[in-house]
Antibody, heavy 119, light 113 residues
Framework: QVQLVQSGAEVKRPGASVKVSCNVS????????IYWVRQAPGKGLEWMGG????????TYEQKFQGRVTMTEDTSTDTAYLELSSLRSEDTAVYYC????????????WGQGTLVSVSS | DIVMTQSPDSLAVSLGERATINCKSS????????????LAWYQQKPGQPPKLLIY???TRESGVPDRFSGSGSGTEFTLIISSLQAEDVAVYYC?????????FGPGTKVDIK
């Protein structure tokens, strides 16, 4: 069974950057596709992008291009999401999700990390 | 991008009754070479992360009660809760994973009547 444990809540000023971590257990990162999904307060789910080691591609939703970086440290089985030039609209819960079938669906989810952006 | 729509926005169903949620994609998510529909359904309860219920449009994830079923192909899909239980109160999302970005529908809120 895959478990995903994310880093704690963050409060950031507009223009700053945030880096959220997602530690995987039960599988190694090299066996999983990892996706990032966010949810603004009271809103729906928004897919941000992800990495699948099966095809070696990192894909970003176009609206985040230039501001988002998704990386992995396979030595610690930890995935990272970094989002820069934060604005108030980036206030959301950020989830990592894992796919062990490399299908694109999100079988396992982290608990979420609240990122608040406020001046 | 593939746009996902859901109907209704919300519904209230009596305990033990059937709940039906519809999802449409702006283009087909059926992959011809393997005849699989790249469509998933998730359940999200307040304060919790989403939970995968159904993938490949109709394959129930392990541990999901059999009162949940998914059907459809191409651009039109349905999630049915055959006998609504109190613990099924949640928001339900469909998601296509045929083409990146793997877009979600706007969600359908299910309540008890």
């Amino acid at each position: 069974q895959v478990q995903l444990v994310q880093s704690g809540a963050e409060v950031k000023r507009p223009g700053a950057s945030v880096k959220v971590s997602c530690n995987v257990s039960g599988y190694t990162l090299t066996e999983l596709a990892i996706y990032w999904v966010r949810q603004a307060p009271g809103k729906g789910l928004e897919w941000m992008g992800g990495y699948d080691p099966e095809d070696g591609d990192t894909t970003y939703e176009q609206k985040f291009q230039g501001r988002v970086t998704m990386t992995e440290d396979t030595s610690t089985d930890t995935a990272y999401l970094e989002l820069s030039s934060l604005r108030s609209e980036d206030t959301a819960v950020y989830y990592c999700a894992a796919d062990n079938l490399h299908s694109g669906s999100c079988f396992y989810w982290g608990q979420g990390t609240l990122v608040s952006v406020s001046s | 991008d593939i746009v996902m729509t859901q109907s209704p926005d919300s519904l209230a169903v009596s305990l033990g009754e059937r709940a039906t949620i519809n999802c449409k994609s702006s283009q087909s998510v059926l992959y011809g070479s393997n005849n699989k529909n790249y469509l998933a359904w998730y359940q999200q309860k307040p304060g919790q992360p989403p939970k995968l219920l159904i993938y490949w449009a109709s394959t129930r994830e392990s541990g999901v009660p059999d009162r949940f079923s998914g059907s459809g192909s191409g651009t039109e899909f349905t999630l049915i809760i055959s006998s609504l239980q109190a613990e099924d109160v949640a928001v339900y999302y469909c998601q296509q994973y045929y083409n990146s970005p793997f877009t979600f529908g706007p969600g359908t809120k299910v309540d008890i009547k």
